[in-house]
């Protein structure tokens, strides 16, 4: 059953990257200003969508799945400061809180790995025989 609720976990938490990251290759220009908008370089998009496709498949596979676990909370972290933190707006906060939330799951993930069902325990179950 661990290996399922992992499985379910990793699902839970790559989708919204990978959907969010094929939004941005969608509406790339648009995607763009608004990083402008909020002071962030608008050069960065390419990171961004590498880091939301990348990671989100990293994650839902299991594949070096700490590391990319400690990369994708930071990333979380910093969009709720940069782009949620408008507590006068409700549904700002609840974005942020949501972000807050997701790296709480990436920090999990970076704790106690992928589980059983993942490229990581294939790989070093392999490295081990």
């Known amino acids: 059953m661990n290996a399922s609720l992992a499985l ?3 699902i839970g938490l790559s989708l919204i990257f990978i959907i969010s990251g094929w939004g941005k290759i969608a509406a790339y220009a648009g995607t763009q200003q608004y990083m402008e ?3 962030l370089p608008g050069a960065l998009l390419p990171l961004v969508i ?3 496709l990348g990671g989100g498949l990293a994650i839902l596979t299991g594949t070096f799945t700490r590391w ?3 990369a994708m ?3 979380s972290l910093a969009s709720a400061a940069v782009f949620h ?3 006068g707006d409700a549904a700002q906060a609840i ?3 949501k972000n807050v939330a997701m790296a709480g799951g990436f920090l999990m993930l970076a704790a106690h790995g992928a589980g059983t069902l993942s490229l990581d325990h294939l ?3 392999r490295r081990h025989a």
């Open 73 to 75: 909370a930071a990333f």
């Open 50 to 52: 590498a880091l939301e």
């Open 37 to 39: 908008s909020a002071g």
């Open 68 to 70: 990319i676990a400690l």
């Open 85 to 87: 933190a408008h507590f």
């Open 95 to 97: 974005n942020f809180w």
């Open 123 to 125: 790989w070093n179950k």
């Open 8 to 10: 379910s976990g990793r």
